[in-house]
């Protein structure tokens, strides 16, 4: 299974965010697909205010601020309602 993080290049808060989803990640073995927001202008126009974003299967686990806390308090939720 795999988390998809969306972020940019030369973002503190996105550098730290990633620390939180590699943790949350390795607990759960779900792989990480990094993407640039600037590969995509969809992308761009719908996450620039909001990253490091971060996605599992087509649910928002969470933005901003991440914690690895709150991103598998999501994640159990999401996987809960399965």
Request: aromatic share 14%; hydrophobic share 35%; glycine share 4%.
């Amino acid at each position: 299974m795999i988390v998809t993080f969306y972020t940019k290049e030369h973002c503190p808060l996105c550098d730290k965010g990633y620390r939180e989803v590699e943790t949350f990640a390795k607990e759960y073995e779900l792989s990480i697909r990094k993407v640039d927001i600037y590969s995509d202008d969809t992308l761009l126009e719908k996450f620039h205010l909001m990253i490091p974003v971060v996605y599992y299967e087509s649910h928002e686990l969470g933005f901003g601020q991440l914690s690895a806390d709150e991103l598998e308090e999501s994640f159990k939720q999401i996987e809960k309602e399965k």
